[in-house]
């Protein structure tokens, strides 16, 4: 795998404060590798339990394929585009919560990718080499997501 050497903002199609994961760390053809730092100022933070809550995890996931995705798209002289979030199978969560100061590394790997834009990914989130939630997700990338958003 390659180290990456994009801002995690040119490789995820959101803006602040939408973005929930720190830095795409690594990343080839088939997996990447993000990770995060619960802080005060992530993204559903609750401050009363001071963690985030595990559900979030997909979140993170689904993420973690667009920043795979959009490097691998800059590397060829493409740009960044969007992918909708279909549908997740199997996704559990071994954790409640994520507390204060968790690092949280997120591995995704595709599974196969279909020429009408449909591909599936394996995730897991991992602290302290441990898994914490995973999940098998489905992604939908059309070719030209501003005229399959204009049809619906």
């Known amino acids: 795998m390659k180290q990456n050497t994009y801002p995690i903002e040119q490789v995820v199609p959101h803006d602040h404060p939408m973005i929930l994961i720190d830095e795409l760390l690594s990343y080839d053809d088939e997996k ?19 963690s985030v809550p595990s559900h979030v995890a997909i979140e993170y996931m689904a ?21 909708f979030l279909v549908s997740s199978r199997k996704f559990k969560v071994h954790v409640s919560e994520f507390k204060l100061d968790a690092k949280l590394i997120v591995s995704v790997e595709q599974l196969y990718l279909e020429d009408s834009g449909l591909s599936a990914f394996d995730c897991k989130v991992e602290q ?25």
């Open 63 to 83: 993420q973690s394929i667009a920043a795979f995705a959009n490097a691998n798209e800059k590397d060829k002289g493409g740009e960044v585009s969007i992918g």
């Open 128 to 152: 302290d080499n441990e898994v914490v939630a995973q999940a098998k997700i489905n992604i939908f990338q059309p070719n030209d997501a501003e005229a399959f958003l204009a049809q619906q």
């Open 32 to 50: 990447a590798v993000c990770q995060l730092t619960i802080t005060p100022k992530s993204n559903f933070y609750n401050q009363a339990k001071q």
